[in-house]
């Protein structure tokens, strides 16, 4: 387990992706509280984890209490509510790790790579916040489904970006403790290749008609990962 | 081997991935000439690569005889020079596929992503070629080095992105003619994904101390690839 991270927020905590870290994280040791706007939604989401996990670690707040309570925040909300969801917590994130898995999926062409005018929508919220927050690019890739069964491992590797290597550091220590590979991949600016990736792997969901394709780095032993 | 395609053009065949792919071609059984404005260059590496390849199908000509003398043109030229380079060509092609392996790398930052404007700088070629050529995206994630080393199979998957289908089914032949893996990955325009996927496998091979970083689909069962 992480020895530097305790309490960790995850911000659209109801949905696929931040559901399925949250029961991970907690199932690692972690506490967790799920940010959300729908308190009986979020408080389902609680019971649910709390019992797939076999822990009572998890609870839920709003978006800004559960951002407010926490070291590390995880913002896992789609891409059309990014930039509010990160204005309505931009006060209690200040000086604290900001993991952002936001993929620019533009509707309803999914499968198609449609990157914002930026480069990347990761890179746009650390340029929004500036040096006040350490903003770390992560998850893209992952099948959210995968997440949730927890009885298989996920066979699919991390890209970690963003321009703070301490924080990569931290990120890569956190995914690892979901049994995820992660690897540090450059600055956030990088955080477009994760992004566009992912209309590629839904692209090949539908092509190739499986639930969750992803990737794996090749070509980096084990031990220096 | 490919049964569509007998004869290749590799333009800028004398760098280090297109005489890596030249190479594995013409092991694979399939002729091959090397486009180079370099006579004396191209003769030389023509020479090197029979010998490793134990052919002598290898030839060379300028890139504009070599792309008027085969059925697909495979373009792996820096990308400082593509746009030169398919103009030099644009009558030679017509008609014909396109295979185009450009990363839009900005030196000095070759680890940094750096996408053109439009997206892609495969995208783009399209684009400027309009609907007479089918341009297909495809290699650029492959090490070079791992190519010129017939002793082990090359670690790296294939992203082949192109409007057109049947062509990409083409160029996913050539892939496995090479012993490589290669998948659907939809239209020209995802080529950004691949595209910016290089510099972070650049950057991974900067960090981890590696000679080539690749990738690996998961999920997908082989017999569907």
Same mark, same amino acid.
């Given at each position: $387990? !992480?020895?530097?991270?305790? +309490?960790?927020?995850?911000?659209?905590?109801?949905?696929?992706?931040? *559901?399925?870290?949250?029961?991970?994280?907690?199932?690692?040791?972690?506490?967790?509280?799920?940010? *959300?706007?729908?308190?009986?939604?979020?408080?389902?989401?609680?019971?649910?984890?709390?019992?797939?996990?076999?822990? &009572? !670690?998890? !609870?839920?707040?709003?978006? %800004? *209490?559960?951002?407010?309570?926490?070291?590390?925040?995880?913002?896992?909300?789609?891409?059309?509510?990014? %930039?509010?969801?990160?204005?309505?917590?931009?006060?209690?994130?200040?000086?604290?790790?900001? /993991?952002?898995?936001?993929?620019?999926?533009?509707?309803?062409?999914?499968?198609?790579?449609?990157?914002?005018?930026?480069?990347?929508?990761?890179?746009?919220?650390?340029? $929004?916040?500036?040096?006040?927050?350490?903003?770390? *690019?992560?998850?893209?890739?992952?099948?959210?489904?995968?997440?949730?069964?927890?009885?298989?491992?996920? &066979?699919?590797?991390?890209?970690?970006?963003?321009? &703070?290597?301490?924080?990569?550091?931290?990120?890569?220590?956190?995914?690892? &403790?979901?049994?995820? %590979?992660?690897?540090?991949?450059?600055?956030?600016?990088?955080?477009?290749?994760?992004?566009?990736?992912?209309?590629?792997?839904?692209?090949?969901? /539908?092509?190739?008609?499986?639930?969750?394709?992803?990737?794996?780095?090749?070509? /980096?032993?084990? +031990?220096? !990962?």
């Amino acid at each position: $387990m !992480s020895t530097l991270v305790q +309490t960790i927020a995850v911000l659209g905590g109801t949905g696929a992706e931040g *559901s399925g870290l949250a029961l991970r994280w907690a199932r690692a040791g972690l506490r967790v509280i799920l940010g *959300s706007r729908n308190p009986e939604k979020a408080a389902k989401a609680c019971r649910e984890l709390n019992a797939l996990a076999g822990t &009572d !670690s998890i !609870s839920f707040a709003d978006n %800004r *209490s559960a951002a407010a309570a926490a070291a590390i925040v995880v913002l896992t909300v789609p891409h059309q509510v990014q %930039r509010a969801t990160v204005e309505e917590v931009r006060d209690a994130i200040a000086g604290k790790i900001l /993991i952002d898995t936001t993929v620019p999926l533009v509707p309803p062409k999914v499968a198609r790579v449609q990157l914002p005018a930026g480069g990347s929508a990761v890179a746009e919220v650390q340029r $929004m916040l500036g040096a006040t927050v350490r903003v770390v *690019s992560a998850f893209q890739n992952v099948p959210a489904h995968n997440l949730r069964d927890l009885d298989h491992p996920v &066979d699919c590797d991390v890209l970690v970006c963003g321009d &703070d290597v301490a924080a990569r550091e931290i990120v890569i220590g956190l995914a690892r &403790d979901v049994g995820l %590979r992660a690897y540090h991949a450059g600055p956030v600016c990088n955080s477009a290749a994760a992004e566009a990736l992912t209309s590629i792997l839904i692209c090949l969901n /539908i092509r190739y008609k499986v639930p969750g394709a992803g990737i794996r780095i090749t070509g /980096i032993p084990d +031990t220096t !990962s």
